[in-house]
């Protein structure tokens, strides 16, 4: 059983800073790619950015020179920088990872979700 937890969230005023991180655990052969999407209220969930296991990132247009995704592959874990936040950045964010999981198989897992909140 593969289980991600968020870390990171809370309350900012617009224009502030906020890392999320995400932490692994199970059996995890090797991560594809790991990533965050988020989910405004009344939104459907949305990509905001990930990262592949080469280093190859992508990002939603929304935050591109904002949030930054990192990934430390020795401890199988993932963070968004998230500076000069937006009220509109409000929702809850969501860790997701594709896994190739021990004894075989690949998976897709998620986290329990963090809410940020840009407010002043």
């Known amino acids: 059983q593969v289980q991600l937890v968020e870390s990171g969230g809370g309350l900012v005023q617009p224009g502030g800073s906020l890392r999320l991180s995400c932490a692994t655990s199970?059996?995890?052969?090797?991560?594809?790619?790991m990533g965050w999407y988020r989910q405004a209220p009344g939104k459907q969930r949305e990509l905001v950015a990930n990262?592949?296991?080469?280093?190859?990132?992508n990002y939603a247009d929304a935050v591109k020179g904002r949030f930054t995704i990192s990934r430390d592959n020795a401890k199988n874990t993932v963070n968004l920088q998230m500076n000069n936040l937006k009220p509109e950045d409000t929702a809850v964010y969501y860790c997701?990872?594709?896994?190739?999981?021990?004894?075989?198989?690949?998976?897709?897992?998620w986290g329990q979700g963090t809410l940020v909140t840009v407010s002043s």
């Open positions: 997701n990872a594709e896994l190739i999981i021990l004894p075989g198989g690949r998976v897709g897992a």
């Open positions: 990262i592949r296991s080469g280093g190859d990132t």
């Open positions: 199970g059996s995890i052969f090797s991560v594809i790619a």
